[in-house]
Nanobody, 123 residues
Framework: QVQLVESGGGLVQAGGSLRLSCASS????????MGWYRQAPGKQREMVAT???????NYAEAVKGRFSISRDNAKNTAFLQMNSLKPEDTGVYYC?????????????????WGQGTQVTVSS
């Protein structure tokens, strides 16, 4: 069974920084695309940043120049460095990944979500 576990969230003042981590565990052959999404109270979940296995990245306009996504392919882990945080960055941050597994001789890729980590930015 595959699990994605986020860590690193917390309370920070505006202008501060946080670094989120997402660790994948289970019977994993590999992890393709990974990404971070967030959901603010009363709003829909939105993409923050994604990174392909080869390192190509994509960012939401609202975080460009402030956030940086990276990954460690050997450890199937993704990171989100968040700088110059703003109150509007507040929300639950979720890790997402396309994970390749093998079970009963069948190789498949499935999409997984983590349980989320709270980020609160005070003004």
């Amino acid at each position: 069974q595959v699990q994605l576990v986020e860590s690193g969230g917390g309370l920070v003042q505006a202008g501060g920084s946080l670094r989120l981590s997402c660790a994948s565990s289970g019977s994993i052959l590999g992890v393709n695309a990974m990404g971070w999404y967030r959901q603010a109270p009363g709003k829909q979940r939105e993409m923050v940043a994604t990174i392909a296995y080869g390192g190509r990245t994509n960012y939401a306009e609202a975080v460009k120049g402030r956030f940086s996504i990276s990954r460690d392919n050997a450890k199937n882990t993704a990171f989100l460095q968040m700088n110059s945080l703003k109150p509007e960055d507040t929300g639950v941050y979720y890790c997402n990944a396309d994970v390749v597994t093998k079970s009963t001789g069948l190789t498949r890729m499935s999409n997984y979500w983590g349980q989320g980590t709270q980020v609160t930015v005070s003004s």
